[in-house]
């Protein structure tokens, strides 16, 4: 799989779709996996157990991806009760349209398996409103479904199993790309579960790789992300026509370098997105041009920001940049939206008519370079 929610996110280290299951006098399954999957999980649950010995399947999100398979489970185990949250239950019914034993869970709420007891957070807006979470009190184990995961394939299952470089990149991408703008209910819900006092060995999300090492480290991620902490460093994001808005970009990028500042330069149609998106989450400048068409900004440019404008960043400053041909339009209108999607403009946009002139790059150099120096 190399995209993710439609073609919104791109997964080129792929994804894993996780489902557990809890073997103890009574028989539990955390959700379910994407319904081209449902066969292949359903051998794996074979391998330990009949599936016919569920007694309980825990739904901690409606979305397809950990719901699509419970219609091809259910045939199999029909006596199974199903747990969820109210929302749950009514997005359940609209997506498979089934006649399910369910059972409404809130905060706090147990069930009880024999050995093990399972306990549920709900946790609403992370990232639906029927989201919820799952703790195995025995086991000091953690299932939060979409919370802590990674779009991650690997052989491996644990995180002291993998590279953390490549992991915590993928961890701080799906933030980005999914969670970021759900940050203030995110920081809620830790601080909720921290003052809980529950213990937390092990952290086992339904995307990617399990947190078994040290999952506190996601943890303060997940803070630092949440309450928009950002780096000295400057993302430069630009759609070019003819050359003229690259050329500035580069000299633009070459002074804020300059200025001590750390620098990423993408241009937006050749770059993906999602990874864009994942180094503009701990960086504190934006920089973003394009050149004119249609006394507008060029397409890419407009589609990536209506995306940066929903994930709403927060604490960030940028400043705008941009060639044209003789009315111009574009630096002014990607002001706008930056303006409206509440990003503080530093300085005055800087245009340039047809290619930049020596003179002119200069300026876009010291462009850069000032826009560096009011960020420290």
């Keep these: 799989m190399r995209h993710f929610h439609g073609h919104t996110y ?41 599936p016919e010995k569920i007694d309980y399947i825990i739904a901690n999100h409606v979305e397809t991806d950990h719901s699509g398979a419970l219609p091809e489970l259910i045939k199999l185990c029909p006596k199974a009760k199903v747990f969820g949250s109210e929302k749950c239950k009514a997005g359940l019914y609209k997506n498979y349209y089934l006649n399910l034993d369910f059972q409404t869970v809130k905060t706090s709420d147990r069930l009880e398996l ?14 639906w409103p029927d989201s919820m979470f799952t703790y195995c009190q025995q086991e000091k184990l953690l299932l939060p479904n979409d919370a802590f995961g990674q779009h991650f394939a690997s052989s491996r299952i644990f995180d002291d199993e993998v590279d953390d470089c490549t992991l915590m990149d993928e961890a701080a991408k799906y933030y980005a790309n999914i969670l970021w703008p759900l940050s203030g209910v995110i920081l809620s819900k830790i601080e909720e579960v921290q003052k809980s006092n529950i213990a937390i060995d092990m952290i086992a999300p339904s ?44 000299r633009i990028a070459d002074g804020i370098a300059e ?20 180094e503009m989450l701990d960086a504190k400048g934006f920089v973003i041009g394009s050149s004119t068409h ?19 960043p927060k604490n960030r400053i940028a400043c705008v940049f941009g060639s044209y041909g003789w009315a111009g339009g574009a630096v002014k209108n990607i002001e706008e939206i930056l303006e409206k999607a509440g990003i503080n403009l530093a300085q005055p946009g800087l245009s340039v008519q047809f290619i930049p002139d020596e003179k002119e790059k200069g300026e876009c150099f010291d462009f850069g370079r000032n826009f560096g120096k009011l960020l420290k």
């Design 10 to 50: 791109a997964t080129k280290r792929g994804t894993s779709y996780n489902a557990y299951l809890i073997v103890d006098k009574k028989v539990a399954l955390v959700d379910t996996v994407f319904a081209p999957f449902a066969k292949e999980m359903i051998e794996n649950i074979r391998r330990i157990i009949a």
């Design 114 to 127: 024999g050995e093990r007891t399972l306990s549920f957070i709900e946790a609403p807006m992370i990232h």
């Design 207 to 250: 995307h990617g790789i399990i947190w078994r090492k040290n999952p506190q480290k996601i943890i303060n991620s997940y803070i630092d992300w949440a309450k928009n902490k950002a780096r000295l460093k400057v993302v430069v994001v630009y759609e070019t026509m003819w050359s003229a808005t690259e050329k500035m970009a580069r």
């Design 259 to 278: 200025s001590g500042l750390e620098v990423k330069l993408f241009d937006v149609a050749v770059s993906e997105r999602t990874e864009i998106m994942k």
């Design 294 to 312: 249609d006394n507008d900004m060029l397409p890419n440019i407009a589609s990536f920001l209506e995306f940066l404008k929903g994930l709403r």
